[in-house]
């Protein structure tokens, strides 16, 4: 597997640089036809085959993805997990986002029983509210991380100024935000920040909700509506590209663009979902696409105009 990763100034460590999103897991509120029984195998298979970061939230499946991984992980040695999870949909006021530290100290606590363990390694908050002070919500987490119960702060899809705000006493440990080759606007405006203030970032939806998996092709553009025609052909002619490169390493186009992202010095973990085990085997198997710097190079212009 890839090599050990620090969590922004925190004493979280992950045993390799990829790790499994679990919104798959228990996730019925998000998706159609999940199956309780393929979220327990894909979370075992995960542990059994290295992965240690596990990426969950309360808004998957309104706590049924904790409780499943909570239930997984009593069979493991608790110390070689790193478990995420988030919270801000307040389920008293029909999911409207909280970042009050009332309900942040709740939530956590909350999640501690539904993940049956006595501590969580990252806790994000999941959405920035619109009135809570930013940096006083952090406050409240360190004042959690004090008391033990949570070990790195992170903040999930915050403005580049909501995370200044955040960040203010330097409390951040890590930035989670939707990122991939076709949506790339962090680069610009939140990269060069984080890295100035050692603050991890890990980006969501790295396949950007399939496409970027190369099964898709130019007939499927009016199931990806935020492109536009012209967009959509420059995607598919670009993994067309990488599709060579892929077959060069004897992987698929969705492992390629995996490692693309496992070397790239900007990000600290990847975690790509999956719908069931054989899914998370494939990106597994990721770690063993190592691109050279011509082809990183090659697949970062390939996208630069996203």
Do not use: C
Not at 197 to 225: D, H, M, R
């Amino acid at each position: 597997m890839t090599q050990e990763v620090t969590i922004g100034k925190s004493d979280v460590t992950v045993s390799n640089a990829l790790g499994l999103g679990t919104n798959k897991v228990g996730g019925h509120n998000l998706f159609g036809d999940l199956q309780d029984e393929n979220g327990y195998a894909l979370v075992k298979e995960a542990l059994n085959s290295g992965i240690s970061l596990l990426d969950t939230a309360f808004a998957y499946g309104n706590g049924r993805s904790e409780e499943i991984i909570g239930d997984v992980i009593q069979d493991y040695d608790r110390s070689k997990i790193v478990l995420a999870t988030k919270a801000a949909h307040d389920p008293s006021k029909n999911g409207e986002f909280n970042n009050t530290p009332a309900f942040l100290k709740k939530s956590v606590d909350d999640a501690l029983k539904r993940l049956k363990t006595d501590y969580i390694d990252i806790f994000y908050i999941h959405f920035p509210d619109e009135n809570t002070p930013k940096a006083e919500a952090i406050g409240a987490l360190s004042e959690l991380r004090d008391a033990g119960k949570i070990r790195a702060l992170g903040v999930s899809n915050f403005s580049p100024d909501q995370i200044k705000e955040a960040n203010a006493d330097g409390l951040v440990d890590v930035v989670e935000d939707n990122y991939s080759l076709v949506h790339r606007e962090t680069e610009q405006f939140e990269f060069p920040y984080l890295k100035e203030n050692q603050i991890s970032f890990v980006p969501y939806f790295p396949l950007a909700a399939g496409l970027l998996t190369g099964k898709y092709g130019a007939e499927n553009g009016s199931k990806f509506k935020q492109f536009s025609t012209q967009e959509y052909q420059m995607i598919m002619a670009a993994l067309n590209k990488v599709r060579d490169i892929a077959n060069a390493h004897e992987a698929t186009v969705a492992q390629t663009i995996i490692a693309w992202y496992l070397k790239d010095p900007d990000i600290s973990v990847v975690i790509p979902g999956a719908r069931n085990a054989t899914q998370v085997k494939s990106n597994i198997a990721a770690v063993n696409v190592n691109l050279n710097q011509d082809e990183f190079d090659q697949i970062d212009q390939l996208f630069k105009d996203f």
